[in-house]
């Protein structure tokens, strides 16, 4: 079988992710051990992103073309992919949660919804809250003044029975 035989699967296989990725962080795994690895592996399965490990010639290969093409130029040493198939910010937001805990992992650069991310970026967009919890704020907020507002006409009517 000849060598492109044996890739191309590969190659689909990285497209297929591709394809239905929202988000994808590239990241620099050099010096964690099996256990860190598992560690974050199972956290970030645990949220619905695909880790995966591929050469850097085959990333290249599947991201041409696509929303993910900018990070063809940080496939340089050892990288893995989180793919981010349900929320968009999940592979940043554990991965940055683990570096604590992990100080050998690095973030390369990473794609958010079709936005380009260099390594500083993409530390931003962990830090932001999840959509949940960024709809419930505007929605307290929204909601703060009305209650506000039925306390006080509530407050006058209390005061005008007692009256």
């Known amino acids: ?36 690895d598992t560690e974050l592996r199972k956290k970030l399965r645990e949220a619905g992103v695909v880790y ?36 968009a910010t999940a592979p940043a937001k554990i991965i ?7 100080p050998k992992l690095e973030f390369k650069a990473g794609v958010v919804e079709g ?6 970026g993409i530390q931003v967009i962990a830090t932001i809250p999840s959509r949940e919890v960024l709809i419930s704020r505007l929605l307290g907020s929204m909601q703060s003044p009305i209650t506000n507002f039925a306390r006080v006409i509530k ?9």
């Not at 079988?1 to 620099?28: C, F, R, W």
């Not at 936005?115 to 500083?120: H, P, T, V």
């Open 52 to 87: 995966k490990v591929y050469k850097n010639t085959m990333l290249n290969f599947a991201f041409k073309g696509t929303q993910f093409e900018a990070l063809s130029k940080h496939l340089e040493g050892p990288t893995a992919v989180a793919f981010g198939l349900e929320d």
């Open 115 to 120: 936005n380009y991310y260099d390594e500083k």
């Open 1 to 36: 079988m000849a060598k492109i035989e044996m890739k191309q699967p590969v190659v689909e296989e990285i497209k297929g992710y591709v394809a239905t990725a929202t988000s994808a962080v590239l990241v620099d795994y050099r010096g964690l051990t099996v256990t860190q």
């Open 155 to 163: 407050q006058i009517a209390e005061k005008n029975e007692v009256a």
């Open 96 to 102: 940055n949660d683990q570096l604590k805990a992990m």
